[in-house]
């Protein structure tokens, strides 16, 4: 019993480990393994009874959480986005915009996952759609097919980490951290992602061109009637576009100035960003809308098909992310105008049924409840682990690993990789996320920054063969036998397990490689934060003290109280009494309580 009590957190540890073999649901597992060891280490003495009498605060605590509701919020604009066709329309106007060029479809898959990632960040909903639309236009035109469902799996797989991101808003809620500093951090990596993606077709595009056709002439169906592809009209738009968001970005100040009726001299780079993106996007939706209306004629089919299909989403993007970087809404609210805007949307497209709306419902409902269930689990099984002393083992089994925190990091990837396997990227977060938390802060390590690197990590748990979901996901919209494709009439061979497994690795590697970046360079991410201001307490202290006791001051009031300029008339005994010595500070001064109370709050 003595080995037992001395090391009862390791044992609990490898219980959680047998609880999760038997086969039971994760969620299950976790509460079973904290209520088993709860009774039994109240039994040897290990610690009190009243132990699982805070459970149900913590439950409630649970349930009281606004920001978790931000996670069926965005699976709900999600999935009535994808649901209303959405991502049809993108695939098919982008795929036609970048056809002529060898791996276009290639690229307008790419940036089209990029796209569904900021609006649905659900990574099954991104996978299902693109292997259902694109796959069939790739193989029909003669793609490689290892490359196409690598490329397919890995644009879904960006959902993980293009804000609003599910996976962003749980890590916030476990290292304690603002969800909006998360998406911040996670912005330029995300997109460094993309462009590694894209790199990597235009290398294929140059030395394998076969593997990667272009789009012949008679598959490009937004031709204007004399033949030509409608791009100089097109490239008109972006460049007014373009135009506008640069004079925005630079006269941002100006403009606030104008719109506030008081000077402003400097503005936020994320808030220049996004009003400029925002308005640069605005103005091209305008141009289209009065020509479409007056019928002038001045945009060609593509430019006009771009422009109605790709700027709402952008729109979107920028209403719910926007407000989230510039602190006008918490990703909550960010979240319920995203909704609400998809439904919108959806209801303008004339695609908005009770059908649609039911179903897009009871799949977030699923998804929510799944989370829950996961996050009560965890929550039974981390109250106990704590009070076993837990977390103190674990600090100490990592922060002696050799090479400080460089080592830990190396470790840490590696074991998050390989757990990646056999667990998802919820439970990941809510079973070993809060483990190293304390170790990293221990260390030293930027808990924004360590939350978008195992993010980052836990990416790679969609693309491992062979239990990759995003692989599964592919697999179950793949052909599987030989079919007739409905337009050139061909017999298609199917796309085989294996070809799957050999085109993910690629971008595997790729999203390894962005990993070790970001461990290389963690500018990358807590660049992309706000500064954090530093305060001479002191100074603060000193300048408080001489605004309450003024030179001269003697610290009464005018009418006799604190602060006048003359203390009140002593009584008149007869006697000139001395002027009294001013009183010591007492111990609880309460400019130095103030002082103590600063230095408590967090750092903006």
Request: aromatic share 10%; glycine share 10%; with cysteine.
């Amino acid at each position: 019993m003595e080995f037992i009590t001395a090391n009862f957190a390791p044992i609990m540890f490898v219980g959680l480990i047998c609880f999760l073999l038997l086969g039971f649901p994760v969620a299950f597992s976790l509460g079973a393994c904290g209520l088993t060891f709860g009774i039994i280490g109240i039994e040897l003495g290990v610690f009190p009874a009243s132990v699982l009498a805070w459970l149900p605060q913590r439950l409630i605590g649970i349930m009281a959480n606004d920001t978790l509701l931000a996670v069926p919020f965005f699976t709900l604009m999600g999935l009535i986005l994808e649901r209303s066709g959405m991502a049809e329309d993108l695939l098919d106007t982008v795929g036609q915009v970048f056809g002529p060029m060898r791996g276009g479809l290639a690229l307008a898959v790419v940036f089209v996952g990029a796209l569904l990632a900021a609006t649905t960040g659900v990574v099954a909903a991104s996978v299902i759609s693109m292997g259902l639309i694109s796959l069939p236009i790739m193989l029909r035109y003669g793609y490689d097919r290892k490359f196409t469902s690598g490329v397919i799996a890995a644009s879904g797989t960006l959902a993980q980490i293009i804000p609003p991101s599910l996976v962003l808003i749980i890590m916030a809620d476990q290292l304690g951290r603002s969800v909006g500093d998360m998406y911040k951090g996670a912005f330029v990596p995300a997109f460094m992602l993309v462009g590694c993606y894209v790199l990597y077709i235009a290398a294929l595009a140059i030395f394998r061109p076969r593997s990667v056709p272009a789009l012949p002439v008679e598959a490009r169906v937004y031709r204007e009637d004399n033949g030509s592809g409608g791009y100089p009209s097109l490239l008109v738009v972006m460049a007014i576009s373009f135009l506008v968001s640069v004079l925005l970005a630079r006269h941002m100040a100006a403009v606030h100035s104008w719109w506030l009726d008081r000077e402003i001299t400097s503005v936020a780079t994320d808030e220049k960003v996004v009003v400029a993106m925002c308005g640069g996007a605005t103005v091209a939706l305008v141009i289209a809308l009065v020509n479409k209306a007056t019928g002038l004629g001045l945009l060609s089919r593509l430019a006009e098909r771009v422009t109605f299909v790709l700027i709402p989403p952008l729109l979107l993007i920028f209403l719910v992310l926007g407000t989230i970087f510039l602190g006008v809404a918490t990703p909550t609210e960010g979240g319920a105008m995203g909704a609400i805007g998809a439904l919108i949307m959806a209801w303008m497209r004339g695609r908005l049924d009770l059908a649609l709306l039911k179903q897009a419902l009871a799949s977030t409902t699923k998804l929510g409840s799944f989370v829950m269930f996961i996050l009560i689990g965890a929550t039974m099984f981390s109250l106990v682990f704590q009070a076993a002393d837990g977390p103190v083992w674990v600090e100490h089994l990592l922060a002696s690993l050799p090479g400080g925190h460089i080592g830990f990091l190396i470790f840490v990837n590696v074991l998050v990789f390989f757990l990646a396997f056999f667990l998802d990227y919820f439970e990941l977060s809510f079973i070993v996320v809060p483990l190293l938390a304390p170790v990293a802060n221990k260390l030293g390590i930027d808990l924004i920054w360590f939350g978008v690197l195992l993010a980052m990590n836990m990416q790679t748990s969609f693309m491992h063969p062979p239990f990759g979901f995003a692989l599964f996901f592919l697999r179950s919209v793949a052909p599987d036998k030989p079919y007739v494709d409905r337009v050139t009439k061909k017999v298609m061979e199917p796309v085989t397990t294996m070809q799957i497994y050999k085109g993910a690795i690629p971008f595997l590697l790729i999203q390894l490689t962005m990993v070790g970046v970001m461990i290389a360079f963690p500018n990358l991410v807590t660049g992309s934060l706000d500064k954090q201001q530093d305060y001479d307490l002191k100074a603060v202290g000193e300048q408080m003290r001489e605004g309450l006791s003024p030179e001269g001051d003697t610290g009464y009031g005018s009418d006799g109280g604190y602060g006048a300029d003359e203390p009140p008339a002593e009584p008149d005994n007869g006697a000139s009494a001395p002027a009294p010595e001013a009183p010591a500070a007492p111990d609880d001064d309460p400019m130095k309580a103030m002082e103590d109370a600063l230095k408590q709050q967090p750092k903006p």
